[in-house]
T-cell receptor, first 108, second 115 residues
């Protein structure tokens, strides 16, 4: 069975304090690893898709990387508006399996 | 980008009654729609996958007679929670795609509270 584990569960940062979120996974036949942002009471908002080890993608202050067993989401110089829950998901043949997420709080 | 809406955004119902949640793709044709459930501080769990005009495929452990899914058109899917009980209280999220699980566009979710 596919497993996705995210750490830490929660992360409190000062504005400008860079950090990284981890997503480790075991999946039979990875067809893609996805990062989403979820605000309270909202649906997930797509951020990135990574397909192969070594791949990196960036969007504003966020950068996602992928190895054979885990992915990292780096937040550089975060701002309060980056506060959200970040979800990682892996795609096998037909479905997405999500991790429980990392809730990031950025204080001004 | 592709937009998916859900209605209602929240609903409170009494135990034993049924509730219908609508999921619409507003600017694309969703050949496939996915229904997820999310409990507080837990991950999204896939409940079922539906293709337009076909019966839904339910994940293991999801009661298909309790969670009725209809995907009658390329822009509308509905989830009906029948004989709801307090343990069905959760956040229900749908997503639509053009046919694969790769590009899923998520709705804003529906908060269901069963009293």
């Amino acid at each position: 069975e596919d497993q996705v584990t995210q750490s830490p569960e929660a992360l409190r940062l000062q504005e400008g304090e860079s950090s990284s979120l981890n997503c480790s996974y075991t999946v039979s036949g990875l067809r893609g690893l996805f990062w989403y942002r979820q605000d309270p009471g909202k649906g997930p908002e797509f951020l990135f898709t990574l397909y192969s080890a070594g791949e990196e993608k960036e969007k504003e202050r966020l950068k996602a990387t992928l190895t054979k067993k885990e992915s990292f989401l780096h937040i550089t110089a975060p701002k309060p508006e980056d506060s959200a829950t970040y979800l990682c998901a892996v795609l096998n043949d037909y479905k997405l399996s999500f991790g429980a997420g990392t809730t990031v709080t950025v204080r001004a | 980008g592709a937009v998916v809406s859900q209605h209602p955004s929240w609903v409170i119902c009494k135990s034993g009654t049924s509730v219908k949640i609508e999921c619409r793709s507003l600017d694309f044709q969703a050949t496939t729609m996915f229904w997820y459930r999310q409990f507080p501080k837990q991950s999204l769990m896939l409940m079922a996958t539906s293709n337009e005009g076909s019966k839904a495929t339910y994940e293991q452990g999801v009661e298909k007679d309790k969670f009725l899914i209809n995907h009658a058109s390329l822009t509308l899917s509905t989830l009906t929670v029948t004989s709801a009980h307090p343990e069905d209280s959760s956040f229900y999220i749908c997503s639509g795609s053009g046919g694969t699980a790769y590009e899923q566009y998520f709705g804003p979710g529906t908060r269901l509270t069963v009293t």
